[in-house]
């Protein structure tokens, strides 16, 4: 197995942009990717398209914008965690020796209101059980009556989110908000309200890969960020949890093989990034990296654990609450913040002490991807 | 007694006018879903044989939902519930109720209509069951 980097990174601002097409998206985003990398666009051997809410073939587009060189190019629909998909595939091939200099590129437009996740005429969708929330608010009421964590504890999330997103020019909210506003907007799923849900967004995100081999070529080492492991999966069937069963199963599971692939442990880790669709989502998603004690994670986050200073720094640039959630583009660009950090690009909100490994954690109705990062 | 067709025949019927919450049991390892599945999610054994539930039960966990999502035809606000059946299914459940809501609860699922393009059907729907009048 080949030693994989990635190169570079690239993104559109999130946010609502109904005037641009996929490739007023993606252009930007690729554009700044490979001049990040040092790659030019005919050293691309290969792309990999995330998407969820585009026509058939849509990568084509978007890649042969910047020339028509016959590469393949491959489209991938895995709901909210399609570029992280992308990425991993994007990486298995070069890790295998099949390519040596790989593109990935995540893009979504996105209607507003709450995401269709299944059939609309099915059984499930016409009797209410179809909702986006309320899986992470079932979970978050479990979490409750078990630990007597609060409301308060998952609103305070979303204050951290938006102080983190007002620090990132890409993100689609930059305004803090207090725990008054959060607590007070509309309630969606008990005990999720409106700021505490990711909003429905445009945006793209883009990578360049390569085979550390090659990677000399075009940029320095110190540019590097080595992909030291992965993890993928789907639920599995559980047994009746009973009282004391695991909120998070699969991220379980999943984290334990990330971290014997990366030869890393949670204390490890200096910067994290998490799928946080809804708010709960962040603090089951820690307790089941490891990254703290079970029953401790909301209280943990409230009180400035996650926060940018803070032991464990988690989802820096606003995370899916405030930087944003165009589905197929959520994957990519997490990992693009993970390069900035650990390159200590990021600016005003650099995790300070010059950080090391990063993990990110991608999830949604298409199933699970975990990757670790070294600088 | 039915008041409607049901939404979906696979999930519950109604014989001799009594609700028959329709369910499968793996032959080879005992595992039983609701709705019924061709194929077992525990064992994926393909020996399923069919049953019917208990519509008695419990919470397993829930949350109030204040916002119709695409496509429902149930009102918010609503209870949307993991419910446990005593005779072993696991699935979820709205309840038109949202007071007195609470994990461990006992329930009792009965039909009720929701109207349609095409007029009113049938979904399955759970009712708490007071303190004292939950059979063991």
């Known amino acids: 197995m080949r030693e994989v980097v990635v190169l570079g990174g690239g993104l559109h601002p999130f946010g609502r942009f109904p005037e641009k097409s996929f490739v007023d998206l993606t252009r930007p985003a690729i554009r700044e990717a490979l001049d990040d990398a040092g790659v030019p666009f005919q050293a691309v051997q290969i792309a990999y398209c995330g998407r969820v809410n585009a026509p058939m073939g849509t990568g084509l587009a978007v890649v042969n914008e910047f020339g028509l060189t016959?590469?393949?190019?491959?489209?991938?629909?895995?709901?909210?965690?399609?570029?992280?998909?992308?990425?991993?595939?994007?990486?298995?091939?070069?890790?295998?020796?099949?390519?040596?200099?790989?593109?990935?590129?995540?893009?979504?437009?996105?209607?507003?209101?709450?995401?269709?996740?299944?059939?609309?005429?099915?059984?499930?969708?016409?009797?209410?059980?179809?909702?986006?929330?309320?899986?992470?608010?079932?979970?978050?009421?479990?979490?409750?009556?078990?630990h007597g964590a609060t409301p308060e504890m998952f609103a305070q999330i979303s204050v951290k989110s938006h102080k983190n997103g007002s620090l990132?020019?890409?993100?689609?909210?930059?305004k803090p908000?207090?725990?008054?506003?959060?607590?007070?907007?509309?309630?969606?799923?008990?005990?999720?309200?409106?700021?505490?849900?990711?909003?429905?967004?445009?945006?793209?995100?883009?990578?360049?890969?390569?085979?550390?081999?090659?990677?000399?070529?075009?940029?320095?080492?110190?540019?590097?960020?080595?992909i030291a492991g992965w993890a993928s999966g789907t639920e599995a069937y559980e047994e009746d949890p009973g009282e004391e069963g695991d909120l998070e199963p699969t991220v379980t599971r999943l984290s334990a093989d990330l971290y014997e692939r990366a030869g890393i442990a949670p204390a490890d880790i200096d910067v994290v990034q998490v799928h946080d669709a809804f708010t709960p989502g962040e603090v089951f998603r820690l307790e089941a990296m490891g990254l703290v004690s079970e029953g401790e994670g909301a209280r943990f986050v409230a009180e400035g654990g996650a926060d940018i200073d803070g032991p464990v720094p988690v989802n820096t640039d606003g995370g899916l609450i405030?930087?944003?959630?165009?589905?197929?583009?959520?994957?990519?660009?997490?990992?693009?913040?993970?390069?900035?950090?650990?390159?200590?690009?990021?600016?005003?909100?650099?995790?300070?002490?010059?950080?090391?490994?990063?993990?990110?954690?991608?999830?949604?109705?298409?199933?699970?991807?975990?990757?670790?990062f070294k600088k | 007694m039915p008041t409607a067709e049901p939404i979906d025949?696979?999930?519950?019927?109604?014989?001799?006018?009594?609700?028959?919450?329709?369910?499968?049991?793996?032959?080879?390892?005992?595992?039983?879903?609701?709705?019924?599945?061709?194929?077992?999610?525990?064992?994926?054994?393909?020996?399923?044989?069919?049953?019917?539930?208990?519509?008695?039960?419990?919470?397993?966990?829930?949350?109030?939902?204040?916002?119709r999502p695409p496509g429902s035809l149930v009102e918010p606000p609503y209870?949307?519930?993991?419910?446990?059946?005593?005779?072993?299914?696991r699935f979820s459940c709205v309840s038109l109720d949202t007071a007195g809501m609470t994990i461990g609860a006992s329930v009792q699922l009965r039909v009720a209509a929701f109207d349609t393009d095409s007029g009113p059907r049938a979904g399955l729907v759970f009712d708490l069951v007071p303190e004292g009048e939950a059979n063991a």
């Not at chain 1, 990132?168 to 930059?174: E, F, G, I, L, M």
């Not at chain 1, 999720?192 to 000399?216: F, K, R, Y």
């Not at chain 2, 919450?21 to 032959?27: G, N, V």
């Not at chain 2, 209870?79 to 299914?89: H, K, P």
């Open chain 1, 70 to 146: 016959g590469i393949p190019i491959v489209n991938v629909e895995q709901a909210c965690s399609s570029s992280s998909t992308a990425f991993r595939q994007a990486f298995w091939a070069i890790e295998q020796g099949l390519y040596d200099v790989a593109l990935v590129v995540g893009f979504e437009k996105m209607e507003r209101g709450m995401i269709k996740m299944a059939a609309q005429d099915s059984y499930g969708v016409q009797m209410g059980q179809s909702v986006a929330p309320a899986g992470y608010a079932r979970k978050a009421q479990t979490y409750m009556h078990r």
């Open chain 1, 177 to 226: 908000v207090t725990i008054e506003e959060v607590l007070a907007s509309r309630m969606i799923a008990s005990p999720i309200t409106l700021l505490q849900c990711s909003p429905t967004s445009d945006g793209a995100s883009a990578l360049v890969l390569a085979s550390a081999e090659q990677a000399h070529r075009y940029s320095s080492p110190d540019r590097w960020m080595t």
């Open chain 2, 79 to 89: 209870t949307l519930a993991d419910v446990q059946l005593r005779s072993g299914e």
């Open chain 2, 9 to 67: 025949a696979n999930v519950f019927t109604f014989e001799a006018d009594e609700l028959c919450i329709k369910a499968a049991e793996c032959a080879a390892c005992g595992a039983r879903f609701h709705p019924p599945r061709q194929y077992c999610a525990r064992c994926a054994s393909r020996e399923m044989r069919a049953r019917v539930a208990d519509p008695a039960g419990k919470i397993e966990t829930f949350t109030i939902v204040h916002q």
């Open chain 1, 168 to 174: 990132n020019p890409n993100a689609q909210y930059q």
């Open chain 1, 322 to 372: 405030s930087r944003g959630h165009p589905m197929g583009a959520t994957g990519a660009a997490q990992i693009v913040e993970i390069l900035r950090q650990l390159r200590g690009e990021a600016g005003a909100r650099q995790v300070p002490g010059e950080p090391q490994v990063g993990v990110c954690h991608n999830s949604g109705v298409g199933g699970v991807n975990m990757h670790a």
